[in-house]
């Protein structure tokens, strides 16, 4: 039975990031998503939710379901921030 630690890491691989081909885009998008705090996706989502929370407090039911689902987009660009930001293509410059 293989450990855990086997599982988790492909052979022939090491803790550093391997060299490999990055869009342009991609690129382009992380070097200007790197520069935003991780904060701000938190900021951003909590601010979704207490807007909605008004909307619907004030009967715009529609308009509150609307706002309500932008806290977990947020939330997932700031993971997507925060693994840029520690393990991302940065890192790596081809």
């Given at each position: 039975?293989a450990?855990?630690?086997?599982?988790?890491?492909?052979?022939n691989s090491?803790h550093?990031?391997?060299a490999h081909?990055?869009?342009s885009?991609?690129?382009?998008?992380e070097d200007?998503?790197?520069k935003?705090?991780?904060d701000?996706?938190l900021?951003?989502a909590?601010s979704?939710?207490g807007?909605?929370l008004?909307l619907q407090l004030?009967?715009?039911?529609?308009?509150?379901?609307f706002?309500?689902?932008?806290?977990?987009p947020?939330?997932i660009?700031g993971?997507?921030?925060?693994?840029?930001k520690?393990a991302g293509s940065?890192?790596?410059?081809?």
């Amino acid at each position: 039975m293989a450990t855990l630690n086997a599982m988790e890491r492909p052979r022939n691989s090491s803790h550093e990031p391997q060299a490999h081909a990055e869009g342009s885009v991609a690129r382009s998008i992380e070097d200007q998503t790197a520069k935003l705090p991780s904060d701000a996706f938190l900021w951003s989502a909590l601010s979704a939710m207490g807007v909605a929370l008004v909307l619907q407090l004030t009967g715009k039911k529609e308009e509150s379901l609307f706002v309500g689902q932008w806290a977990a987009p947020f939330l997932i660009l700031g993971v997507y921030n925060k693994l840029v930001k520690v393990a991302g293509s940065d890192r790596v410059r081809a």
